[in-house]
């Protein structure tokens, strides 16, 4: 499955890790436990290699202890769901506020974090 060195991890056709999952599957090993993760999953119509299916992503998530739920998605039509991308809006409105009120991320925070990622960020656009 993905990351974490539970298994070998997927790779990508580029033969990179697959990000995405790469990420989640970290930032859940580290993170205090989560019970629910609302996973969104872009619909781009092509089964291609190296994609992270849905049930990869779901069990990503059960393997950290907590409930995943795919948000607006038909797992049965992933990747060609397209609908999906009109039911997000509707599907997050639903979900409950959260409990602890949301820290503010500040804009040096954020750009730090893209640049971590080997994103190249200009300050100047």
Known sequence: ???????????C?????????????????AADPYRHVDVLLFQHGVRSAGIVSQQEWVATVRRHGAQPRLVGL????????????????????????ARKPWTPLTPDAALAGLRSCGLRVDADG
């Not at 609908?83 to 979900?95: D, H, K, N, S, T």
Request: glycine content about 14%.
């Open 13 to 29: 056709h580029s033969g990179r890790l697959c990000r995405a999952a790469h990420a989640l599957d970290e930032h859940l090993a």
């Open 1 to 11: 499955m993905i990351g974490g060195g539970r298994s070998r991890p997927r790779r």
């Open 74 to 97: 038909d797992p049965r039509r992933f990747p060609h769901d397209i609908g999906a991308l009109g039911r997000y809006g509707p599907a997050l409105a639903a979900v409950p506020p």
